[in-house]
């Protein structure tokens, strides 16, 4: 139990740190010791209640969550949006423009950028600032041809990306999923498929979203699933999809005939590219995201603090 003496001299130092400003060397100096034990009076401040810390501010919250993710999943970072009064897709802006900021600031050095396809995505460039990156590269992950839901593929992504950023793309001629293994055989031996998909698998960072296929599904809306493929999904035991290629609870890739008609990277070909963000929102998706951080797919996360807060 500390005296009354110690208890004074924990209370001056404290004092002279947290409101004077004064370094630990400072106060060593001004009261006679060395600067060690000042470092061990301010600890002792702490862990017997005399001084008491905390983040008053609004972020303090979702900081929170991204340092248990970034702690439980071993990731690079975390990045969590506030949700609260805010409907799915202002969500979705928000989250776009928290991406943006994180990639517009670690493309340094960076040739390639690889791009998947999905609403979120679209938010994603639509959030994106208008910069110059002439060295850059953009890069469609997965087939982005069809009728339905244009604004969201790959390929348009891709484009509209490369206007904002003053970048070259290149477009990958084929849809995300096509009918048979024999069309996919023909279309990936082709030159330009067969080129653009070794610039995916080589790029130096890539955005991506992760699907849930059975509720909010962007692939069962522009009908690539039918309700016989949902059904043989769930028996197969998928979970979740990154760039249209499903994988289960333990975040490995289903053996599916739907994954062998897939136009893209293949599902592990992502955890080699140097950095993979994922933007995500929804708490419909929280046993899809769980399964892809399990399974590695991703180093960065972007997303919103309800969904996070049910996955840490």
């Known amino acids: 139990m500390m005296n009354w003496d110690e208890r004074r001299q924990i209370v001056k130092v404290s004092r002279l740190y947290y409101f004077e400003g004064l370094t630990q060397a400072e106060i060593a100096k001004k009261i006679g010791v060395s600067r060690p034990v000042i470092s061990k009076l ?33 990731l690079k970072e975390a990045i969590v949006v506030p949700a609260a009064g805010k409907d799915p897709e202002m969500i979705k802006h928000f989250l776009g423009k928290a991406a943006s900021f994180y990639i517009s600031k670690n493309l340094n050095g960076k040739k390639s950028l690889g791009i998947s396809w999905g609403s979120t995505l679209a938010k ?22 069809g009728r339905r839901l244009v604004e969201i593929h790959s390929n348009l992504l891709a484009y509209q990306l490369s206007q904002k950023m003053n970048a070259n793309c290149s477009y990958l001629y084929a849809p995300a999923m096509v009918e048979n293994a024999e069309l996919k055989k023909r279309l990936i031996e082709s030159e ?41 999904l769930r028996e197969a035991g998928a979970i979740g999809d990154i760039g249209s290629r499903f994988y289960s609870q333990s975040g490995e890739e289903i053996i599916h005939p739907l994954n062998e008609l897939v136009i893209g990277l ?21 046993e899809s995201i769980r399964a892809a951080l399990n399974g590695h797919y991703l180093d960065v996360l972007v997303i919103d603090d309800i969904t996070a807060d049910l996955i840490t």
Do not use: C, W
């Open 42 to 74: 301010l600890n002792k401040a702490r862990e017997n209640g005399i001084v008491e810390i905390y983040i008053k501010d609004e972020n303090a919250h979702t900081v929170e969550l991204e340092h248990r993710l970034e702690k439980k999943y071993h």
């Open 192 to 232: 330009d498929i067969a080129m653009v998909l070794e610039e995916g698998r080589n790029v130096d960072m890539a955005v991506v979203g992760i699907g849930n296929p059975y509720e909010g599904s962007t692939m069962a809306t522009m009908q690539y699933l039918t309700e016989a493929d949902l059904n043989s």
């Open 124 to 145: 994603f460039v639509q959030e994106y600032p208008y910069e110059q990156h002439q060295q850059l590269k953009i890069i469609p992950l997965v087939g982005g041809m």
């Open 266 to 286: 293949e599902i592990d070909e992502y955890k080699k590219i140097p950095e993979v963000i994922g933007i995500v929102e929804g708490s419909h998706k929280v």
